[in-house]
């Protein structure tokens, strides 16, 4: 098997960005290298994901065509792996041909056994495994600055519009030891921004050890300049977390909360656990904690039996916290989930206005909050360098916004300080004042 080469096509979230990586990690293990490029592969993957219909529709369309290159090259082997694998099992091999292998996310294990014993036949592995936390896999890491590290796996809030639940099973915890131990591998080689993942990053438990306590471990290792998380449920967010933000340098102060939708009763139908009261009450918390800090959400739009006064519910909640910024989506049913038996009743046509009005919504905010951080000093982890100008870098601030400034020479994975002299959408402009 040594010398062959995989190269991984990944859809949807960290997560499933993590999970290659971890992919990687394990072919590596077995002499399987990385493809720089798609032409020198000899097994293609395409991480799938199910969250919403458009990324489904993509990754499925996009391995079904990567069949074509078999023609060419004998041998090759395409398969799908990840969320999509997990929901449909074996009827991708009847709908698609060409496809060698459907593997879900607590699978990943048995891929090097699968690709020895290949004999031209499909293979499907898609049993759930309640305990696979690859905690003992080292991950091979693709990102350039921020190193993702996953703390648990799976969801038991079975939101009823959500299929993450059904396709990545229940929740379960890795130990604070491997993950410090993996926090410590990602420092030792050079990352500086730690990326903590999880479905429910706040639903962390390993036996005392809760997220903020997680959170505090993970704080104390040396090297570790930059944490991040996500995604908390609001649900779940209590003072400790807070607190532990507001007190700890390297804990970014940016926190991803999900509104979904501004009406209680609509939150009611989504499984939510939470009123807009309750969630508006979160947010005065957080910002009485964190002042200058970030707040984000993903929004949904045109869920069953939604109407107009349950959708100016969602914009008012938009206008009274002004997010910095968010994902906004038209709902799109899932089969299998709760809110999939309900009837789609917002026309799509309506469901395209309810999107454009909170997306218009949501410019106004960004620039709004981007534009109070004009004249202040900021520091940024440089990430990229400019594609047109050599003298261009764009760095991220410790409340995640991007950061464009011309005319300095730095390395990406430096910090720098920057005054914020402009701001234009969702992008900062900034100037260097000194590099630490
Ligand atoms: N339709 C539209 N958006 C959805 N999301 C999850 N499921 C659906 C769905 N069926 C959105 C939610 C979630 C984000 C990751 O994707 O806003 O927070
Ligand atoms: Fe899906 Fe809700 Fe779990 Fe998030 S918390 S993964 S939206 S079920």
């Known amino acids: 098997m040594a010398g062959r080469k995989v190269y991984i096509e990944t859809y949807g979230c960290q997560m499933n960005e993590y999970d290659t990586e971890l992919v990687y990690g394990i072919l590596k293990e077995h002499g399987i290298s990385k493809a720089d490029r798609l032409e020198e592969a000899d097994i293609i993957l395409v991480n799938s994901c199910s969250v919403r219909e458009g990324a489904d529709n993509r990754a499925i369309s996009r391995a079904s065509q990567l069949t074509h290159l078999k023609r060419k090259r004998s041998g090759l082997v395409i398969g799908i792996i990840g969320c999509v694998a997990q929901r449909d099992k074996g009827k991708l091999l009847e ?157 970014c102060k940016h926190i991803h909360l999900p509104l979904q939708s501004g009406s209680t009763r609509i939150l009611k139908l989504m499984n939510r656990n939470y009123t807009r009261e309750e969630y508006l009450e979160l947010v005065e918390k957080i910002k009485e904690y964190m002042p200058e800090g970030a707040i984000t959400t993903d929004i949904i739009v045109g869920f069953p039996s939604e109407r107009e006064e349950d959708f100016l519910d969602t914009v008012d909640v938009m206008d009274r916290v002004r997010f910095d910024s968010a994902f906004m989506f038209k709902y799109s049913p899932r089969p299998g989930t709760k809110a999939a038996k309900m009837e789609d009743d917002v026309p799509e046509t309506e469901k395209d206005r309810r999107l454009r009005v909170v997306i218009e919504k949501q410019k106004e905010h960004t620039l709004y909050r981007n534009k109070q951080l004009v004249g202040k000093i900021e520091k940024i982890l440089i990430e990229s360098k400019g594609k047109k100008e050599e003298h261009e870098v764009r760095g991220r601030t410790d409340t995640n916004k991007l950061v464009v400034v011309k005319g300095i020479d730095c390395k990406v994975g430096e910090f720098v300080q920057v005054k914020i002299v402009d701001a234009a959408g969702v992008t900062l402009f900034g100037e260097l004042i000194e590099t630490s």
């Open 95 to 251: 709908k698609y041909r060409g496809i060698d292998l459907v593997l879900g996310p607590d699978s990943y294990r048995k891929l090097p056994e699968i690709l020895k014993n290949m004999n031209g036949s499909p293979v499907v592995k898609t049993e759930a495994k309640r305990s696979e936390l690859y905690d003992d896999i080292t991950p091979f890491r693709q990102t350039s600055v921020s190193a993702y590290v996953s703390i648990m796996r799976g969801c038991d809030k079975f939101c009823s519009f959500c299929i993450v639940p059904y396709v990545r099973g229940r929740e379960r915890s890795r130990s604070p030891q491997s993950v410090i131990e993996e926090v410590r591998k990602a420092v030792d080689s050079g990352y500086r921004e730690i990326v903590l993942l999880g479905q429910n990053v706040n639903s962390y438990r390993y036996e005392r050890v809760d997220f903020p306590q997680l959170l505090l471990m993970v704080s104390d290792i040396e090297g570790v300049e930059r944490i991040r998380f996500t995604s908390p449920h609001p649900q779940d967010v209590d003072e400790r977390l807070l607190e532990v933000m507001k007190e700890r340098d390297n804990v």
